[in-house]
């Protein structure tokens, strides 16, 4: 059973910095690309950030580009998102979410249940 389980989400004031983890299990972890997407109630879905199969691929919406960064250890089966320079807009639930290949211009099949960042003085 594939399963992702979020962390690291919290409250932050704006400009500060939050890492955000995605341990993966239920399947090859180094076979497969990966996303960051978040939820507002007010947005909707935002696609935030991919990362190919084997990490040296990556790329990110421009809302967050030279603000997030995202990165993965396959040994670890372990997804992250380091957020810098938060701003009240990142406010959102954030998922990791599993491609259906290893490349990530092809659909997500999984997602996590998320994780609540909150971007607020």
């Known amino acids: 059973e594939v399963q992702l389980v979020e962390s690291g989400g919290g409250l932050v004031q704006p400009g500060g910095s939050l890492r955000l983890s995605c341990a993966a299990s239920?399947?090859?972890?180094?076979?497969?690309?990966m996303s960051w997407v978040r939820q507002t109630p007010g947005k909707g879905l935002e696609w935030v950030s991919a990362?190919?199969?084997?990490?040296?691929?990556?790329t990110q919406a421009d809302s967050v580009k030279g603000r997030f960064s995202i990165s993965r250890d396959n040994a670890k089966n372990t997804l992250y998102l380091q957020m810098n320079t938060l701003v009240p807009e990142d406010t959102a639930v954030y998922y990791c979410?599993?491609?259906?290949?290893?490349?990530?211009?092809?659909?997500?099949?999984?997602w996590g249940k998320g994780t609540q960042v909150t971007v607020s003085s």
């Open positions: 979410a599993k491609h259906s290949t290893t490349w990530y211009t092809n659909g997500m099949d999984y």
């Open positions: 239920g399947f090859t972890f180094s076979s497969y690309a």
């Open positions: 990362i190919d199969h084997g990490g040296g691929s990556t």
